[in-house]
T-cell receptor, first 117, second 115 residues
Framework: AQKVTQAQTEISVVEKEDVTLDCVYE???????LFWYKQPPSGELVFLIR????DEQNEISGRYSWNFQKSTSSFNFTITASQVVDSAVYFC??????????????WGAGTKLIIKP | KAGVTQTPRYLIKTRGQQVTLSCSPI?????VSWYQQTPGQGLQFLFE???????NKGNFPGRFSGRQFSNSRSEMNVSTLELGDSALYLC??????????????FGSGTRLTVV
């Protein structure tokens, strides 16, 4: 079965603190893709990062960084020096062929991040 | 370049009615996927269209259907609306079928309320 677990339903921190959002995934496929999306109150899902299963290199983009560890099936997302504008719901998603060869996005439940000024 | 455009943004319908939602993908993208987002079930995959053909389908009843036109624009239809169909419907476009290797760009969604 394919599954994405975001155990943290809601996180609240004070501005400028660092915060890590956890994502654990399950799949039997060897080729798969992992994504993070941000959903502000407007509703649109904003793409943050895509990582394929063969690329375990961690990535940093400004204040954002991602830690992909296949050994623990985790793809965690860290925001350094958080800002109020980072407040949103963040989704981790998995795309894998599953039983067929058709990819589709399997979503985690999302983590609501609240950054207090 | 223009993003993914979904119309209408908001919709209120009565139980038993039907509704059609529209999605215009990014120019050059041939894959359009639809997702339903509800507070209880989260984000769930409805179906994907590529080159006017449905390529993949989620676990939704037959009341949910869709189609794709030759210009890659897609519509989804929900017939005999139920209260539980109230949700945010999101459309995603991608260059390729499946989309995983290129990623997905989402529209702002259509918020459907069934009363």
């Amino acid at each position: 079965a394919q599954k994405v677990t975001q155990a943290q339903t809601e996180i609240s921190v004070v501005e400028k603190e660092d915060v890590t959002l956890d994502c654990v995934y399950e799949t039997r496929d060897t080729t798969y893709y992992l994504f993070w999306y941000k959903q502000p109150p407007s509703g649109e899902l904003v793409f943050l990062i895509r990582r394929n299963s063969f690329d375990e290199q961690n990535e940093i983009s400004g204040r954002y960084s991602w830690n992909f560890q296949k050994s623990t099936s985790s793809f965690n997302f860290t925001i350094t020096a958080s800002q109020v504008v980072d407040s949103a719901v963040y989704f981790c998603a998995l795309s894998a062929p599953g039983r067929g060869s058709n990819y589709q996005l399997i979503w985690g439940a999302g983590t609501k991040l609240i950054i207090k000024p | 370049k223009a993003g993914v455009t979904q119309t209408p943004r908001y919709l209120i319908k009565t139980r038993g009615q039907q509704v059609t939602l529209s999605c215009s993908p990014i120019s050059g993208h041939r894959s359009v996927s639809w997702y339903q987002q509800t507070p209880g079930q989260g984000l769930q995959f409805l179906f994907e269209y590529f080159s006017e053909t449905q390529r993949n389908k989620g676990n939704f009843p037959g009341r949910f259907s869709g189609r794709q036109f030759s210009n890659s624009r897609s519509e989804m239809n929900v017939s005999t609306l139920e209260l539980g169909d109230s949700a945010l419907y999101l459309c995603a476009s991608s260059r390729s079928q499946g989309g995983a290797n290129y990623g997905y760009t989402f529209g702002s969604g259509t918020r459907l309320t069934v009363v």
